[in-house]
């Protein structure tokens, strides 16, 4: 089993739609949970990150951590051409640096 | 913010010859670097860890004397792939640990490397 999973996608859907990514995990040691978007042939820039349970919002995007059942999600409201990329999320257990990515979704949001 | 500088953006090489990937950091001190590969539509796998000055962690599967790694200063880390074959064609990205931050993780742009 992977330490983290990710729904693979790909996800195609309308502009202005609401879009939910989740990843589920393994490892109760992880603490600090991102995500990233990745554009084609280009490395990865950080969305958002969360420590710990709870949600956290900025502007269109909410990523939410549920610890008891491993399972984090980031949401993307009103969504827009711009944002078709991977979405990868990644994860952190505060021990030597390594992040340790899911397989990332490939979002593709249609006009 | 904290920019890692990564080139060559791409590279193409013969199959047995040797090629060098930097990574600089422009506007601040890279302590720990990582290495990661990444193959068309997968995730990032993480190859390697480099800390300024010592020998560099490989994770487990990864030939350490394929892939060379230096971090010789706390702004230049490289990666050199030697005696190159078609199957380490692959993207390879680089990112820094801020130290002065929490979540402190910046990335290069990646180098896309074709072994012909």
């Known amino acids: 089993q992977k330490e983290v999973e990710q729904d693979p996608g790909p996800l195609s859907v309308p502009e202005g739609a609401i879009v939910s990514l989740n990843c589920t995990y393994s490892?109760?040691?992880?603490?600090?949970f991102m995500w990233y978007r990745q554009y084609s042939r280009k490395g990865p820039e950080l969305l958002m990150y969360t420590y710990s349970s709870g949600n956290k919002e900025d502007g269109r995007f909410t990523a939410q951590v549920d610890k008891s059942s491993k399972y984090i999600s980031l949401f993307i409201r009103d969504s827009q051409p711009s944002d078709s990329a991977t979405y990868l999320c990644a994860m952190d257990n505060n021990q030597g640096g390594k992040l340790i990515f899911g397989q990332g979704t490939e979002l593709s949001v249609k006009p | 913010g904290a920019v890692v500088s990564q080139h060559p953006s791409w590279v193409i090489c013969k199959s047995g010859t040797s090629v060098k990937i930097e990574c600089r950091s422009l506007?601040?001190?890279?302590?720990?670097m990582f290495w990661y590969r990444q193959f068309p539509k997968q995730s990032l796998m993480l190859m390697a860890t480099?800390?300024?000055?010592?020998?560099?962690?490989?994770e487990q599967g990864v030939e350490k004397d394929k892939f060379l790694i230096n971090h010789a200063s706390l702004t230049l880390s490289t990666l050199t792939v030697t005696s190159a074959h078609p199957e380490d064609s692959s993207f390879y990205i680089c990112s820094a640990r801020i130290e002065s931050e929490i979540y402190g993780y910046t990335f290069g742009s990646g180098t896309r490397l074709t072994v012909v």
């Open positions: 480099s800390n300024e000055g010592s020998k560099a962690t490989y």
């Open positions: 506007d601040f001190q890279a302590t720990t």
């Open positions: 490892n109760s040691a992880f603490q600090y």
